[in-house]
C-alpha cells in the first residue's frame, strides 16, 4: 500500500438512480466545474493540509514541552524552529482566509479564469508549506517522529502531507507561474 493517500484503492461502483428532470443542470459541466467546484475542492485541499499540518505542529509542541524540558539550549533552538514552522501555518491560513473571502465576495457568479489560477495557486503553496511544515516537525522530534508508533509519530502527517504535490499536477503549476 502506499505512504498516505488512505482510500485510494476503492472498488468501483455503478449507481442507479431515478430524479426527475428538473434535477438536472442546465449549463455544460465545464461551466459548474468552474463555478462551484473548482473553489470548493481548491479550498477543501488547502484546508485539509492545515489540518495536517496543524496536526504534526500540536506533537512538535508538546514534545518540546515534555521532552526538551531539561536540555535547555536544545530547548530553545528548537523552540526557534517551531516558531519559524507557525509562522508557516499562520500563512497558511491566511492565504485561505483570503481566497474564502474572495469566494464569498464573489457569490454564484462564474469563477473567472484569474480566480481559478489563483485557487490553483493555493493549492499549490499549501501543498508546498504542509511539506515544509511536517518536515521541520519531524526535524524537532527526530527518531520519536520518525517512528510509526508513539505520541510523537508524524508518520501518518508525513505520508499524507507527502501525497499533496503528487495530486497538483505540473501543468497547474506552470499556469500559476505565468499569472504572478
Not at 483570503?98 to 499549490?124: M, P
Not at 511539506?131 to 508508533?149: K, M, Q, W
Amino acid at each position: 500500500s502506499f505512504i498516505g493517500m488512505k482510500g485510494i484503492y476503492n472498488a468501483s461502483y455503478s449507481i442507479n438512480a431515478k430524479f426527475p428532470e428538473l434535477a438536472i443542470f442546465q449549463d455544460d459541466f465545464p461551466v459548474i466545474a468552474r463555478s462551484t467546484m473548482t473553489a470548493a475542492t481548491q479550498l477543501m485541499w488547502a484546508s485539509v493540509w492545515s489540518g495536517i499540518a496543524h496536526s504534526a505542529l500540536e506533537k512538535s509542541r508538546i514534545f518540546i514541552r515534555k521532552e526538551l524540558k531539561n536540555a535547555v539550549d536544545t530547548r530553545k533552538e528548537m523552540n526557534f524552529v517551531y516558531s519559524e514552522l507557525k509562522n508557516k501555518h499562520f500563512t497558511m491560513n491566511a492565504l485561505i482566509a483570503q481566497a474564502i473571502r474572495e469566494c464569498e465576495c464573489a457569490g454564484t457568479t462564474e469563477v473567472v479564469l484569474q480566480a481559478s489560477v489563483k485557487l490553483n495557486r493555493l493549492k499549490i503553496i499549501c501543498s508546498n508549506l504542509v511539506n515544509e511544515i511536517c518536515v521541520g516537525c519531524l526535524a524537532i522530534c527526530g527518531l520519536r517522529g520518525y517512528s510509526e508508533g508513539g505520541p510523537y509519530s508524524l508518520s501518518q502527517e508525513i505520508g499524507d502531507a507527502l501525497s499533496g504535490p503528487l495530486m497538483v499536477s505540473k501543468d497547474l503549476t506552470i499556469i500559476a507561474l505565468l499569472f504572478l
